[in-house]
Structure formats: structure tokens, C-alpha cells
């Protein structure tokens, strides 16, 4: 079985630095065209553990007019850490099949959720989390996109569940949302 290979950037190759936390507003061109210069593959298991290097995760919340499509991990998944926790985002490593991010971000929504459509993808920020060991070794591409009325659904039924929800259902789980999930919840709820 071979390693799983994921593209990241050198934290000294991100445009405009890392001094911050949470979802900003920034140029999704400047991020790609540094992972077009600098960006490189390295084996999964290494990039987790170097905090010098930032592994890119395209990430996209799912919206259906004033709803937001709302994931809960339930007690089947390996990590006990993240049992009853939520999410209101989809995403995960580029790999070099992807070729680039927008493959990655294609495959994550193909591998996560059932659907007979694929959206548009609309950026929406860039998210850092520097205050844990895991946040400090990615850093996320935020994307939307629209449901519009058509259904979607979980793949891995049995590690999640998933809804549409509102602003206020979500606020009522708030301190059960993953981390990432928090600081984008946060951002968007500013938008509003």
C-alpha cells in the first residue's frame, strides 16, 4: 500500500503570511499561483507532522437559500475525539491524480456527498488555524457552493449524518463544531 501524497506550501511561500485566525477575505489567485510556483507532494504521514509546511484543503459549505447543510460524525468513526461533532464543511487533501485544487475539491464532493449534480464552486476565503497541532499543518481554500433546491445527500452513512439546517439550528450546536467548522460558522454568520 503506498503512501498517500498531498500538495502543500512552505508557510515561508504563503502570500501574505499567517499572522491570523479564521476565514478572511483574500485572493483565491495569489494562493493558487503560489502552489503553482512553490507547491509540491509529500508523503501525508511527514506533512502532519511538520508544522513548517502548510497542506492545502480545498473545503466548501452547501448552501440551499438561507440553510446550510449541516454533517454530525457519529460514534461508528475511528476517532473518539470527533464522536457527536459537526461540521457545516466538505473537503480534504489534494492528491496528484487531482491535478490541482478545483480536482480535489471535484473528488472530495464526489466522495462525500450524493448528488446528481456537481455545483459551481464560489471562493470564499482563506481559513488558518494556528492554535492546534492540526490547524497548524493546513490551511484551507473556502469554498460555496449551491444546492438550489436539489436533494444531496451522505455517502458514509454510517460514520454521518447530514441536513439541511438553519442559521439558528446551527447556532444551537455550535460548541459541538469542529474547529474549522467554528471559525467558518463565525465568518459566515458576520456576512450575514
Known amino acids: 500500500m503506498s503512501t498517500e501524497q498531498v500538495l502543500g506550501l512552505a508557510r515561508a511561500d504563503i502570500p501574505g503570511g499567517l499572522g491570523w485566525r479564521g476565514v478572511a477575505e483574500r485572493s483565491f489567485e495569489r494562493y493558487l499561483a503560489a502552489l503553482?510556483?512553490?507547491?509540491s507532494?509529500?508523503?501525508r504521514p511527514d506533512a502532519e507532522n511538520d508544522p513548517d509546511w502548510?497542506?492545502?484543503?480545498?473545503?466548501?459549505?452547501?448552501r440551499d437559500g438561507e440553510q446550510l447543510f449541516l454533517m454530525r460524525r457519529t460514534r461508528a468513526g475511528g476517532d473518539e475525539r470527533l464522536h457527536d461533532r459537526y461540521s457545516i464543511g466538505v473537503g480534504g487533501h489534494v492528491n496528484p491524480d487531482d491535478e490541482n485544487v478545483a480536482g480535489?475539491?471535484?473528488?472530495?464532493?464526489?466522495?462525500?456527498?450524493e448528488s446528481?449534480?456537481?455545483p459551481d464552486f464560489e471562493p470564499l476565503g482563506v481559513l488558518n488555524d494556528d492554535d492546534n497541532p492540526v490547524g497548524a499543518v493546513h490551511l484551507g481554500l473556502v469554498y460555496a457552493a449551491e444546492a438550489?433546491?436539489?436533494?444531496?445527500?451522505i455517502r458514509e452513512t454510517e460514520k454521518l449524518e447530514g441536513a439541511f439546517a438553519t442559521y439558528a439550528e446551527i447556532g444551537a450546536v455550535a460548541d459541538r463544531l469542529e474547529t474549522w467548522s467554528a471559525l467558518l460558522f463565525e465568518f459566515l454568520v458576520a456576512r450575514r
Open 36 to 39: 503553482e510556483r512553490y507547491g
Open 116 to 118: 446528481d449534480f456537481i
Open 148 to 153: 438550489n433546491g436539489r436533494p444531496v445527500a
Open 54 to 62: 502548510k497542506q492545502v484543503i480545498p473545503y466548501v459549505v452547501l
Open 104 to 113: 480535489g475539491l471535484r473528488r472530495e464532493w464526489s466522495e462525500e456527498i
Open 41 to 43: 507532494f509529500r508523503p
